[in-house]
């Protein structure tokens, strides 16, 4: 059973471009979230989906959207990029006959924006 | 964004030491769980705790789900090198989103 896999590992942008990262979640999970983590901080929720739809939003502005696919995997594409953008981007996927809360987590994108 | 409130920040500690972190939260959490986090890797889970007053144990690590659903601590027994990384907790209370909350976590250095 293969885990959490997310890319690129790491990604250099400036400032005003878009970005899109990828997550293809763990074997038979169908639910994928995503995270941002800056430095020294905890990881802070961005957005859920679900069936391929958004499933709970965090804290963050809609020029941070998704898209979940039929074979569970995700995207996270982030427009118009800030320098506060910068950070480390983890993706989790949860089974559907697991716990709650039980969300297992890629290795994370590691995001600089200049 | 909304945090737990972790401590400590920081511990250094020697080998073979008995370690012990918290979490509490303003809000009440119906699911609560520990992970630890490497440089340059993802978290990874460690322990989930499902019932307020649950006491769990993985290996040498114990952690509880508090009373009023409002903390949690982690127990780490007999310390080893491969301990050394940060610990989060996080709180899960949304029904419907499974969003998690995370601490600032714990840092844990070990001296041999």
């Known amino acids: 059973e293969t885990g959490v896999t997310q890319s690129p590992t790491h990604l250099i942008k400036t400032r005003g471009q878009q970005v899109t990262l990828r997550c293809s979640s763990q074997?038979?999970?169908?639910?994928v979230s995503w995270y941002q983590q800056a430095l020294g901080q905890g990881p802070q929720f961005i957005f859920q989906?679900?069936?391929?739809?958004?499933?709970g939003r965090g804290n963050f502005p809609p020029r941070f959207s998704g898209l979940q696919f039929p074979n569970y995997s995700s995207e996270l594409n982030v427009n118009a990029l800030e320098l506060d953008d910068s950070a480390l981007y983890l993706c989790?996927?949860?089974?559907?006959?697991?716990?709650?809360?039980?969300?297992?987590f890629g290795p994370g994108t590691r995001l600089t924006v200049l | 964004g909304q945090q737990l409130n972790q401590s400590p920040q920081s511990m250094f500690i020697q080998e073979g030491e008995d370690v012990s972190m918290n979490c509490t939260s303003s809000?009440?959490?119906?699911?609560w769980l520990w992970y630890k986090q490497e440089p340059g890797e993802g978290p990874v889970l460690l322990i989930a705790?499902?019932?307020?007053?649950e006491l769990t144990s993985n290996g040498r690590l114990t952690a509880q789900f508090g009373i009023t659903r409002k903390d949690s601590f982690l127990n780490i027994s007999a310390s080893i090198p491969s301990d050394v990384g940060i610990y989060f907790c996080?709180?899960?209370?949304?029904?419907?989103?499974?969003?998690?909350?995370f601490g600032q976590g714990t840092r844990l250095t070990i001296n041999p």
């Open positions: 989790a996927s949860t089974h559907p006959r697991g716990g709650g809360g039980e969300q297992f």
């Open positions: 074997s038979g999970h169908n639910t």
């Open positions: 989906y679900y069936r391929e739809e958004e499933n």
């Open positions: 809000s009440i959490f119906n699911t």
């Open positions: 705790l499902y019932k307020a007053g």
């Open positions: 996080a709180g899960q209370g949304d029904q419907g989103a499974q969003k998690l909350v």
